[in-house]
Nanobody
Framework: QVQLVESGGDLVQPGGSLRLSCAAS??????LGWYRQPPGKERELVAT????????NYADSVKGRFTISRDNAKNTVYLQMNNLKPEDTAVYYC??????????WGQGTQVTVSS
């Protein structure tokens, strides 16, 4: 069974940092990434990364603050989030696209930025 399991969500003060991790149960994913869904809003792209990290894509709202990376030996993708703002508060979902073009989603992890 293909699974994506996120971890690392927490409550953090504005200006703080968090690192999210997403462990995949297999190595089938070409693209891995993160989406988020703020309260009362639709799910939106945060960042994606290609199989060998040659292509990175970021939402304009997180450029310069968030960094996506992956460790293919561990089937894991990371999202380092720095200088967090209250508007970053959301449920963060791990996302993967398999070699066959099938989309997979994790269950989500809550990130809350508040003083």
């Amino acid at each position: 069974q293909v699974q994506l399991v996120e971890s690392g969500g927490d409550l953090v003060q504005p200006g703080g940092s968090l690192r999210l991790s997403c462990a995949a149960s297999t190595s089938i994913f070409n693209v891995l990434g993160w989406y988020r869904q703020p309260p009362g809003k639709e799910r939106e792209l945060v960042a994606t990364i290609s199989k060998f990290s040659s292509r990175l894509n970021y939402a304009d709202s997180v450029k310069g603050r968030f960094t996506i990376s992956r460790d293919n030996a561990k089937n894991t993708v990371y999202l380092q989030m720095n200088n967090l703002k209250p508007e970053d508060t959301a449920v963060y979902y791990c996302y993967g696209v398999s070699r066959q073009g099938t989309n997979y989603w994790g269950q989500g992890t809550q990130v809350t930025v508040s003083s």
